[in-house]
């Protein structure tokens, strides 16, 4: 475990820089963690991310700005993505009956499947990481979090 800002003897000027630097490598650990799994079933962290959203409006889907907007992290390029989950067998794309020019993502049974292989593994994680902190501190630190969100 990497030693906090301040246990590693360097000085930080402020509160909020020990606050955001904390935060930082606690977020760098966890997604480390996560890339670790999804790596061990073929995908990125990007793309199981994508995966989830589509099984969210499962057997609906999402045009591309929309899962884009969903997304956790602003990926640059989410047709890639999506190209990349397609060619895995993960993801179908279809016209809109609406608009033709727009292309409907769509999670396919072999992506259900693989989000259900994920799911559990993906759950181990955040346990790991919160299993120390007690509900109403769970609690908080989403509060916490849900207003950093908001700046």
Sequence with gaps: MTPSPRRSGKRLESPAQEAMVSLMVATGHLVQALDE?????????DQ????????????????????????????PDVTRLLDRLERASLVERTRSEEDRR?????ITDRGIELLAQLD??????HERFTGK?????????????EGLGSS
């Design 133 to 145: 902190l007690k509900k109403k501190e769970l609690a908080r630190l989403t509060t916490l979090l």
């Design 102 to 106: 727009l292309s409907i993502s769509h």
């Design 48 to 75: 199981y991310n994508v995966l989830r959203i589509l099984r969210g409006v499962h057997p609906k889907g999402h045009p591309r700005y929309a899962v884009g907007e969903r997304l956790m992290s602003r990926a």
């Design 120 to 125: 559990p593994e993906i759950l181990g994680v």
């Design 37 to 45: 799994v999804c790596s061990a079933h073929g995908i990125t962290h």
